[in-house]
C-alpha cells in the first residue's frame, strides 16, 4: 500500500547514519585491537632482544601482572615462583633414586633395622625434628602427641618417620633433655609412627643415606635446617614432595589432599 512508503522512506534516510555509527565503532575497536596487538609485539621484541633477569621480574609480581609475555619467557621461573609463595616444591623421582629407595635401609631408635621399600603403597612423611630441651615452650609429650595424631586419622593410608637431629644453634652439652629421650624411644606403650635413630645427621658428607638422597633428587647440596621441613614420598615412590615453613595443622590439609587425589584411583 502507498502508506507504507513514507515509513520505507524514513527507514532508508536513518541508514546512512547508522552505517556511519557502525563504522565509527568499528573503526575504534580495530584501533584498540591493533594498538594492544603492537603494544604486546614490540614488548615481546624488547624481551627477546635483552637478556632477561627472570629471577628479579617474578620478584617484582610479574607472573601475575604480565603473565602471558612471564610465561612466554620465564616459565620455569614463575613456577618456582608461585611454589614460593605455597612453600613447596615438587620432584620427579628418577628410575635411579627410586631405586636407592627400594634398596635404603634405616635403623630405628632402639636399633631395630627396616627396608624403606615396606612404605610402598603408603602416602610416607618423613619428619626431620629439632631436639628440645629444658627450657623449650613445647613440651616432648606434646610434640610426639602431635605428630602421632597425623598418624591417627590415616592409619591405614600414612606412614610417618621421625628423625630428630640436633641443631647446631642449641648446647646440648649443657642442656637437660631427658625428657626428649625419653619421649622419643617410649616403647611402653609404643607409638604408631617410627621413631628413627637420633641424632640424625641431615647435612654435611656425613649425612644420613635418606637425606643425602633427599638431596640429590631435589639437586641441592644441603638440605636447610633453619626452618621446619616435611617431605613426602608418593605411594608409588615417583614423586617427592618438600614443604617448609609450615606447621603440622597445615601438614595435616596438605595430607588430605594427597590422600583424596589418590582414592579416585583405587590406590588406598
Known amino acids: 500500500p502507498t502508506s507504507a512508503i513514507p515509513k520505507y522512506y524514513t527507514l532508508i534516510q536513518y541508514l546512512p547514519r547508522a552505517s556511519r555509527l557502525f563504522l565509527r565503532v568499528t573503526n575504534v575497536a580495530m584501533f584498540k585491537f591493533i594498538t594492544s596487538f603492537f603494544v604486546i609485539l614490540l614488548a615481546r621484541i624488547a624481551l627477546s632482544e635483552t637478556d632477561i633477569d627472570c629471577e628479579a621480574l617474578a620478584k617484582e609480581g610479574k607472573c601475575l601482572s604480565d603473565r602471558t609475555l612471564m610465561i612466554e619467557n620465564c616459565m620455569q621461573e614463575c613456577r618456582r615462583w608461585e611454589q614460593d609463595r605455597i612453600q613447596f616444591r615438587r620432584f620427579e623421582i628418577d628410575d ?149 615453613g609450615k606447621s603440622l595443622l597445615d601438614m595435616k590439609d596438605i595430607l588430605r589432599e594427597m590422600i583424596k587425589e589418590l582414592e579416585p584411583r583405587g590406590e588406598l
Open 96 to 244: 635411579d633414586s627410586k631405586d636407592a629407595l627400594y634398596d635404603l635401609q634405616l635403623t630405628n631408635a632402639t636399633g631395630h633395622s627396616l627396608s624403606f621399600e615396606q612404605f610402598e603403597g603408603y602416602v610416607t612423611l618423613i619428619l626431620p625434628v629439632a631436639k628440645i630441651c629444658s627450657g623449650s615452650r613445647v613440651a616432648a609429650s606434646d610434640m610426639m602427641d602431635a605428630i602421632e595424631n597425623l598418624k591417627k586419622v590415616w592409619p591405614y593410608a600414612v606412614e610417618i618417620l621421625v628423625f630428630a637431629f640436633e641443631h647446631p644453634s642449641m648446647d646440648y652439652k649443657s642442656s637437660d633433655c631427658t625428657d626428649f629421650e625419653s619421649e622419643y624411644t617410649r616403647t611402653n606403650p609404643g607409638r604408631s609412627i617410627y621413631m628413627m635413630e637420633h641424632p640424625a645427621t641431615l647435612v654435611g658428607p656425613n649425612a644420613d643415606p635418606i637425606f643425602k638422597l633427599i638431596g640429590e633428587i631435589m639437586n641441592v647440596e644441603e638440605l636447610d635446617i633453619n626452618t621446619t621441613q616435611y617431605y613426602t614420598v608418593s605411594p608409588d615412590f615417583t614423586t617427592l614432595e618438600f614443604h617448609y
